[in-house]
């Protein structure tokens, strides 16, 4: 008896660890309230949301003339058995999985605290410790988040209003710009959601809406509105939505959407679907507020260093046009001096600079910046192969030639840093295949000639004196 008891004392605090969640909309119980369970139908579970609006679109529709037509022998011409009524239980959607509660000492702790949000010099230290180089990035937007939230957790509403300091990241493909948010929203523990500008458009067209991101966003925050509230929303490819030249046609994919994105940028209350990205009868509806929301936009702008340097030289003195023309076009960092002139011409309506104040420019990565972010960063990309290896208890090291080589072939592919990945996954997998039929392996060493196809991997067995560590590929 006492055995049943402790049976059913262990389920119960099982059950405690566990909660409900709506079959329609995906929600917790937490979020939803009480919830519904409908017997015959594996205890299948609805929130009251979802139930009422099932309700209001029954009472919308003819259902009671549709049921006065339907014959049992139409559906079943041989009459309704045993076996079809099994068929039907079978078809029946079984109970939705429990979402597990998570405890207040297993949630992890963030690096900061929104609410006490660091000086930004810390906050740049922090981000130096992943992000190689852009130091002037790092260091516009460290300021930037710091008045972000500083100005979200005082909340001050006296005759001085603070605005949003929403971010315009400019630089080339491969230089950084998602890594860099993604780095900054892990450590200051706010949900991210990141879109790309070309799959939006105008309402009514094929594409998503633009108030998808902010469902998105809530999807992140596992539909927790004063979370999602103080999140990050990151819109890549938003030099993609510049306005087109020359046409007469409704730009529905690209000034459109930026004047649809105005009244998200600037502050307002949107609807938008809990557990979907597109509105319908049977999803409910949230009011998310995005005046506290901050905003990174960030692209490629190809063409962008043209303007500029058209700009600069048009403004110079006559006589030197030549001359400046040289020096601009030897400038690797000429898009730093961009001007809100210079993205109107490109495409961007004034409206939508004006609100995205702040403009921070990134560099292309050149072949130094790429051994770096090699090696240098906690999760670097050489560390995260060393560390597959060490558990087959397999050393893996890198000679400083064949990074030299790597970081060539990724400059040659013009990717930026995504090359790296790939090109280094490339050379390891055949010894990644290999490494583990063999358990005498000790070392691998790779080696500039493997890298340029003229020779293979240093192997080292176990006992065996491996080549000396190169400091520098493998601290």
Not at 393 to 410: C, H, M, P, Q, Y
Request: glycine share 6%.
């Amino acid at each position: 008896m006492s055995d049943y008891n402790n049976d059913d004392i262990k389920d119960t605090e099982d059950e405690q660890k566990y909660e409900d969640v709506c079959y329609m909309c995906r929600r917790p119980e937490s979020k939803t309230g009480r919830m519904l369970h409908i017997p015959g139908m594996n205890n299948m579970c609805i929130c009251i949301d979802c139930m009422e609006r099932s309700f209001r679109v029954m009472d919308g529709s003819n259902y009671a003339d549709l049921m006065q037509g339907m014959n049992i022998q139409d559906i079943f011409p041989g009459g309704l058995n045993m076996d079809d009524m099994m068929n039907i239980q079978n078809q029946i959607p079984k109970k939705q999985k429990l979402k597990k509660k998570a405890k207040d000492c297993e949630e992890a702790h963030p690096e900061f605290d929104i609410k006490n949000i660091p000086a930004p010099h810390i906050l740049k230290a922090k981000l130096d410790e992943f992000v190689i180089g852009q130091d002037q990035a790092k260091k516009a937007i460290a300021v930037a988040v710091y008045n972000h939230y500083k100005r979200v957790a005082t909340n001050t509403m006296d005759d001085i209003e603070i605005e949003k300091s929403n971010i315009l990241m400019i630089g080339p493909t491969g230089c950084g710009k998602t890594y860099l948010v993604k780095t900054l929203a892990r450590l200051l523990d706010v949900p991210l959601a990141i879109t790309d500008a070309t799959s939006l458009t105008e309402a009514g067209y094929i594409g998503d809406d633009i108030e998808s991101v902010v469902s998105k966003l809530l999807a992140a925050a596992d539909n927790d509105t004063e979370r999602a509230e103080r999140g990050i929303i990151f819109i890549d490819e938003i030099d993609k939505i510049a306005k087109k030249k020359n046409t007469t046609a409704r730009d529905v994919s690209g000034e459109s959407v930026q004047q649809g994105l105005l009244k998200l940028l600037e502050g307002s209350e949107v609807e938008v679907p809990v557990g979907a990205t597109s509105k319908n009868a049977m999803v409910p509806l949230v009011t998310i507020d995005t005046r506290n929301i901050l905003f990174i936009c960030g692209g490629a702008f190809p063409d962008l260093e043209n303007i500029v340097k058209e700009r600069l030289t048009r403004h110079s003195s006559i006589g030197f046009s030549a001359e400046l023309k040289d020096k601009y076009d030897q400038d690797k960092n000429i898009v730093s001096k961009v001007t809100i002139d210079d993205l109107r011409a490109f495409g961007m309506i004034p409206e939508f600079i004006g609100r995205l104040p702040i403009t921070v420019t990134l560099e292309g990565l050149n072949r130094d910046m790429m051994i770096r972010i090699l090696k240098e960063p906690k999760n670097a990309i050489l560390r995260q192969y060393q560390k597959l290896l060490a558990l087959d208890e397999v050393d893996l090291r890198f000679d400083d030639e064949a990074l030299g080589v790597i970081a060539d072939k990724a400059i040659a592919r013009k990717t930026g840093a995504r090359a790296l990945r790939s090109i280094i996954e490339e050379f390891m997998l055949d010894i990644m295949y290999e490494i583990p039929k063999d358990d005498n392996i000790g070392s691998v060493t790779i080696t500039k000639a493997y890298i340029e196809g003229k020779g293979s991997p240093m192997i080292a067995m176990r006992g065996t004196p491996a080549l000396p560590e190169s400091p520098s590929a493998n601290n």
